[in-house]
């Protein structure tokens, strides 16, 4: 949706440096003959566009120009807004010396350079008040003739703004039949004017002044990040410059919108850079997993949503450059959040500079951090194993309850596909065929009283890369009270080892770490407990799955056993 934005430039300024003439261009977009045309025009680019001007061109003509902008900025700026399709195709660049007195804004001098105002890399451009200047009431006659003024894209904006009012419901075409004029004319009646079905341009002011009240307060301004080579229009009452952390320019909240954040995005590369950004941001918490998803050879588009944030990801690669931005805002704002993302979409424009890789601040280096942004962690994790060569997996029903997604090793997405509410055991398959390189062989005898034993868990939740074992002894064959389908262990674990294998010295699978949970009773912390093997070959025989056996093998050294234990085991992550 086009949103329509009266500005100027910001008062923002850490330093002030005056731009000579010969540095700075304006875009040139029409010229007309009188000076009630082209104030009428300029009225309704006004109502559109920031920084229009109007100059005396001498002779009886009137020109019509966007600026000034930096002269190495203006070529860039004139594409852009001709893609967008907000100025003429013949619009071009001229230079300052062209135009004589200013004609608009009203008792503004010739056309001289402005300043360039900036924050450290960030210059910004500041809406003024929303209501832009307001001609004497106009007859029927007089809003008809300036009304014929208006292109293709002006028109389509009223019947934007009067849908959005609840006037209108037909589609936007920028052709004023009899569903707009009825549209007009009601909207009028309902704001005390006339109700002609003619807008004046006054009472055009009043729509959109009504449209875009729900962006006060957003402060919404032209941004120029020199240093990541984007200009943008960002809403800087919510959010403001943090700090540079490659590939991403932060912009973090303010405080007037609780969690609203933007990220620039700015680095060298090529389709492999944009591919690895592509899959880096997924794993990103400000980027929720439901949303959909867009990849091209030379851009992406992200969206993702959750209770507490909605999230929108654009970038493209052009000419060496990976450049984009990131949104996100609180969910149950969507009018605010939809207008803004709007108006970022169609300002945003690569200009020179590239945000240098080496860039990295200091305090944000942690592990679970990307460019300082969270990793998404799901809500719980644990251990597993594979059973057999089709991949399936036992874990404990604890550790995939109310899972929105289960995934496996991080990586393959799995469901559950069998349960035993008395053991508390789960069996998981993957979405996706999996062909694992070891499976557990489960032990066919008792093992031994007061044998070495030890467990294999992703203890620390993923955090290392592989599983990690843990050694003990088998301290009961029984449970506390008597359970003849448990073991009990003298072994310190952690909760991430929870549905791990129990492996005698052979490697063999003796039984399951169950979770640490003794019904309310505080047990020392070298006390654990298994799920026999023989209680889970039952469980996976009666859901199908066929597993190995084995009467007894070799003693392993250590080292040996650590590699065959780590080779089964899984890592069980349940999410959101």
Known sequence: MRNVFFSMLATLVFWVQPVAAQDTSYIQIEAQPSLSAAEGRLRDYAAQLADVNGFDLGRGWYGIALGPYPRDEAAAILRNLRARGLIPSDSYVEGPERYGQRIWPIGAGPAVSAPIVETPSVEASEPADSTPPQAADETPREARASEANLNRIARQDIQIALKWAGFYNAGIDGAFGRGTRSAMAAWQQANGFDDTGILTTGQRAELFRQYNAVLDGMDLQTVRETRAGIMIDLPLGAVGFDRYDSPFAHFGATGAVEGAQVLLISQPGDRDRLAGLYEIMQTLEIVPLKGDRDRKRDSFTLTGENARIVSHTEARLTDGAIKGFTLVWPAGDEERRTRILAAMQNSFTPIDGVLDPAVIADDTQRVDLVAGLEIRKPKLTASGFFVDRQGRVVTT?????????????????????????????????????????????????????????????????????????????????????????????????????????????????????MPRDAGGRQLPSDVSFATKSDTLRAILERAGISVQATPGMARLDPVDLTEKGTAITVLVSCWE
């Open 397 to 513: 029903q604890a550790a995939v309850a109310a899972c929105g997604r289960i995934t496996l090793n991080g990586e393959y997405d799995a469901q559950v596909v069998a349960t035993d509410q008395a053991s508390g055991i789960a069996v998981l398959q993957a979405t996706q065929p999996l062909s694992p390189t070891a499976v557990a062989q489960f032990s066919n005898g008792t093992p031994r009283l007061k044998s070495e034993i030890a467990v294999s868990g992703y203890s620390f939740g993923g955090v290392l890369s592989s599983a990690t074992l843990t050694f003990g002894r088998l301290a009961d064959l029984r449970g506390l009270d008597g359970e003849d389908t448990i073991s009990r262990l003298a072994i310190s674990t952690l909760d991430g080892d929870a549905g791990g294998p129990v492996l005698d010295d052979s490697g063999a699978v003796v039984g399951m770490l």
